[in-house]
């Protein structure tokens, strides 16, 4: 079945540090691939997405590439704010399926 | 525009009260999805609608819970009895099948059974 793994939290970095938070995937076809960040107190909202393989999602400063060899779509960040303190889901989505399958969630932690 | 709009924001309740949690999805949208979030077991799926029908319930927990969605507007998630094994935080979620399903989330309830 379709599933999403993604590396366990928290993540504790200082500020303008670089982030990668892993996420591989497990689906038959092609998925969309999404990262979601949920903040504090909020629900989930979209953070960037990618429709197809070699496709690169990007948004306030966050990147990810949809790698179909790799079944990976890792989160990275050339340099965390305290204000990117979330816990950021990996979630993959199949057409005419259209049940969408999130990871675990990552807790990110960005001292000062 | 606004957004997913859910109610109540928080509900505290006794242990066999009725539950009711409300939603509203964003207009022109035909995908409804309700979450349920917990510590223990993260994100679940609860049901989803697609033009107001439901689709998939296989996430519903148990017969406790039922939800409904009476017109395209509004979609409503109801726990009778309720039990302390149901606090958690409940999204609302809505679509409208493009963008590769993506999908834009309401703030929340968080509901608390004593």
């Known amino acids: 079945g379709n599933s999403v793994t993604q590396m366990e939290g928290p993540v504790t970095l200082s500020e303008e540090a670089f982030l990668t938070i892993n996420c591989t995937y497990t689906a038959t076809g092609y998925p969309s691939l999404f990262w979601y960040v949920q903040y504090p107190g909020e629900g989930l909202q979209l953070l960037l997405k990618a429709t197809k393989a070699d496709d690169k999602g990007s948004n306030k400063g966050f990147e990810a590439t949809y790698r179909k060899e790799t079944t990976s779509f890792h989160l990275e960040k050339g340099s965390v704010q305290v204000s990117d303190s979330a816990v950021y889901f990996c979630?993959?989505?199949?057409?005419?399926?259209?049940?969408?399958?999130f990871g675990a969630g990552t807790r990110l932690f960005v001292k000062a | 525009d606004a957004g997913v709009i859910q109610s109540p924001r928080h509900e505290v309740t006794e242990m066999g009260q009725e539950v009711t949690l409300r939603c509203k999805p964003i207009?022109?949208?035909?995908?409804l999805f309700w979450y349920r979030q917990t510590m223990m077991r993260g994100l679940e799926l609860l049901i989803y609608f697609n033009n107001n029908v439901p689709i998939d319930d296989s996430g519903m927990p148990e017969d406790r819970f039922s939800a409904k969605m009476p017109n395209a507007s509004f979609s409503t998630l109801k726990i009778q009895p309720s039990e302390p094994r149901d606090s958690a935080v409940y999204f609302c979620?809505?679509?409208?099948?493009?963008?590769?399903?993506?999908?834009?989330f309401g703030p929340g309830t968080r509901l608390t059974v004593t």
């Open positions: 979620a809505s679509s409208n099948g493009t963008g590769g399903y993506e999908q834009y």
């Open positions: 979630a993959l989505s199949r057409s005419g399926g259209f049940k969408t399958i």
């Open positions: 207009s022109g949208h035909d995908y």
